[in-house]
């Protein structure tokens, strides 16, 4: 593997190691070289911690002078809540600094690559690019478009089904995968349901693994049917928000609000308004929804185009019923040549299951 490659590798396996706690900030890693050795490598930790390039300079001392520095994202330029990495490299006298990506932000992109080259630094962008693109899919997406990156997931028999045609669906995958889905519970800021699945299921919406982090919970309830005793509502594990359409009953409103819940009221008449939801989240900061939908929910946010990845869990058992339901509902569309592509398509086995990752192609 060429050398540059080599040591880039090993930066963006320090920022992924982070993943889950860096959030709102994106993962960076950083690793510094003089004369063949590792002289300092470094990770962002947390938000308003120092950045991976000022852990790893700390560690090098004056062994980075005259080194070379490799780090994942761009350094700062900007005096953020810590000063701007790109003056720090060049006060430390490092000779190189290779860089995998560029920073997304428009403001500042380009900027800490003109300071370090203002200083007669030699800067090489691109290396391991696609790999440190990918791992700040999230915040990449989130500081371009303010909006939340969109995971949609469902689980279903391999013939499509959710639950039988009597709405039975516990369980339809295996221990391990379930497992997996908490684990992406987790990572992921909030997590949306439709009303149906809560009044099928009463599900908890909690990432139940160790450490495990519990999203804020999203239901999507058009004319606020929920009841007050369903456990998102009463169990207090984690915040709840509530989208309705226009002109809800005020008295269910007030008695959720009484309960804690958060009502927000969408644009929309009969439906919830899934632009209005993804808006009000992106103002309020969410970077990251996990939506676990039902086939009405998830079949409104992919024809809204509002899908960023898909992860489907597939069960190897065939359930049949034309009545049972599927994890895409809705109008559905009406020629092959509509329908959603999904490229960078992986499938992993899981157990007994099979997870399938993939993104829809942007129309
Ligand atoms: N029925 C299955 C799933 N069902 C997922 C439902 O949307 C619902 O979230 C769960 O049934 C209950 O949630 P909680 O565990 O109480 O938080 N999801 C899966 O990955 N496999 C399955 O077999």
């Given at each position: 593997m060429p050398q540059d490659d080599f040591y880039m590798a090993l930066a963006i396996n320090n920022a992924k190691s982070m993943k889950g706690q860096t959030e709102p900030n994106p993962l960076v890693g950083s690793v510094i070289v003089n004369g063949g050795r590792v002289v300092g490598i470094g990770a962002h930790?947390?938000?308003g911690e120092p950045h991976a390039e000022i852990h790893a300079l700390r560690m090098a001392g004056d062994a980075a002078r005259g080194g070379t520095i490799y780090v994942t994202l761009e350094p700062c330029s900007h005096h953020g809540r810590t000063g701007p990495c790109a003056e720090a490299i060049v006060n430390a006298g490092l000779k190189k600094v290779v860089i995998a990506t560029l920073d997304p932000n428009p403001l500042v992109s380009g900027n800490g690559v003109a300071i370090l080259e203002r200083a007669g630094i030699d800067v090489k962008v691109g290396v391991c690019e696609e790999e440190a693109r990918q791992m700040n899919e999230v915040f990449n997406l989130f500081i371009t478009e303010k909006r939340p990156f969109i995971t949609l997931k469902a689980a279903s028999t391999l013939?499509?089904?959710?639950?039988?045609?009597?709405?039975?669906?516990?369980?339809?995958?295996s221990e391990e995968a379930r497992l997996d889905v908490h684990q992406l519970r987790s990572e992921n800021q909030a997590i949306l349901v439709g009303v149906g699945t809560v009044v099928e299921d009463d599900p908890e919406l909690t990432a139940r693994i160790p450490d495990g982090r519990n999203p804020l919970r999203i239901v999507l309830d058009s004319s606020l049917r929920i009841s007050l005793d369903s456990k998102i509502v009463a169990d207090g594990l984690a915040e709840t928000w509530i989208f309705t359409a226009q002109k809800v009953d005020s008295e269910k409103k007030a008695a959720l609000e009484q309960l804690g819940i958060s009502v927000f009221e969408t644009s929309?008449?009969?439906?919830?308004?899934v632009r209005d939801v993804v808006r009000i989240l992106g103002e309020k900061s969410i970077s990251s929804l996990f939506i676990e939908g039902g086939g009405t929910v998830n079949a409104a946010f992919l024809e809204a185009g509002l899908v960023d990845k898909t992860v489907f869990y597939f069960a190897p058992k065939l359930i049949g019923g034309k009545q049972a339901p599927t994890f895409i509902e809705g109008m559905?569309?009406?020629?092959?040549?509509d329908a959603v592509e999904l490229e960078r398509g992986e499938f992993v086995k899981i157990g007994k299951d099979f997870k399938f990752t993939g993104y829809p192609v942007k129309k």
């Amino acid at each position: 593997m060429p050398q540059d490659d080599f040591y880039m590798a090993l930066a963006i396996n320090n920022a992924k190691s982070m993943k889950g706690q860096t959030e709102p900030n994106p993962l960076v890693g950083s690793v510094i070289v003089n004369g063949g050795r590792v002289v300092g490598i470094g990770a962002h930790l947390k938000a308003g911690e120092p950045h991976a390039e000022i852990h790893a300079l700390r560690m090098a001392g004056d062994a980075a002078r005259g080194g070379t520095i490799y780090v994942t994202l761009e350094p700062c330029s900007h005096h953020g809540r810590t000063g701007p990495c790109a003056e720090a490299i060049v006060n430390a006298g490092l000779k190189k600094v290779v860089i995998a990506t560029l920073d997304p932000n428009p403001l500042v992109s380009g900027n800490g690559v003109a300071i370090l080259e203002r200083a007669g630094i030699d800067v090489k962008v691109g290396v391991c690019e696609e790999e440190a693109r990918q791992m700040n899919e999230v915040f990449n997406l989130f500081i371009t478009e303010k909006r939340p990156f969109i995971t949609l997931k469902a689980a279903s028999t391999l013939d499509g089904k959710i639950a039988t045609r009597s709405l039975d669906s516990k369980w339809i995958t295996s221990e391990e995968a379930r497992l997996d889905v908490h684990q992406l519970r987790s990572e992921n800021q909030a997590i949306l349901v439709g009303v149906g699945t809560v009044v099928e299921d009463d599900p908890e919406l909690t990432a139940r693994i160790p450490d495990g982090r519990n999203p804020l919970r999203i239901v999507l309830d058009s004319s606020l049917r929920i009841s007050l005793d369903s456990k998102i509502v009463a169990d207090g594990l984690a915040e709840t928000w509530i989208f309705t359409a226009q002109k809800v009953d005020s008295e269910k409103k007030a008695a959720l609000e009484q309960l804690g819940i958060s009502v927000f009221e969408t644009s929309g008449l009969k439906q919830v308004d899934v632009r209005d939801v993804v808006r009000i989240l992106g103002e309020k900061s969410i970077s990251s929804l996990f939506i676990e939908g039902g086939g009405t929910v998830n079949a409104a946010f992919l024809e809204a185009g509002l899908v960023d990845k898909t992860v489907f869990y597939f069960a190897p058992k065939l359930i049949g019923g034309k009545q049972a339901p599927t994890f895409i509902e809705g109008m559905g569309y009406d020629l092959m040549k509509d329908a959603v592509e999904l490229e960078r398509g992986e499938f992993v086995k899981i157990g007994k299951d099979f997870k399938f990752t993939g993104y829809p192609v942007k129309k």
